[in-house]
Nanobody, 122 residues
Framework: QVRLVESGGGLVQAGGSLRLSCAAS????????MGWYRQAPGKQRELVAV???????NYADYVKGRFTISRDNAKNTVYLQMNSLEAEDTAVYYC????????????????WGQGTQVTVSS
């Protein structure tokens, strides 16, 4: 199994910044995509940003120019730098990995983190 451990959530004022981290551990050979989703109360979980093993990225329109996703392949860790935070960014943020190949396992797997709360006060 692969474990995803998130950190960096918290309470911040509007206009402030937070940096989320998610470290994947286990017998990992490679990870194709690492990303962040979020879910606000009463809403569906939605994609925030994703980064692929080659470095290409995709962002939701509502975070473009404010959030930056990056990853350290050697550490199997993905980061989300969130700037100019708005009250609408308040949600539980979930780390997601797709295309995970474990050593000795010949299928690709998907894993989710437990979520970290981000609260932006206006």
């Amino acid at each position: 199994q692969v474990r995803l451990v998130e950190s960096g959530g918290g309470l911040v004022q509007a206009g402030g910044s937070l940096r989320l981290s998610c470290a994947a551990s286990g017998s990992i050979f490679s990870i194709n995509a690492m990303g962040w989703y979020r879910q606000a109360p009463g809403k569906q979980r939605e994609l925030v940003a994703v980064i692929f093993s080659g470095g290409s990225t995709n962002y939701a329109d509502y975070v473009k120019g404010r959030f930056t996703i990056s990853r350290d392949n050697a550490k199997n860790t993905v980061y989300l730098q969130m700037n100019s935070l708005e009250a609408e960014d308040t949600a539980v943020y979930y780390c997601n990995t797709k295309g995970v190949r474990r050593i000795g396992v010949y299928v690709s797997e998907e894993y989710w983190g437990q979520g970290t709360q981000v609260t932006v006060s206006s």
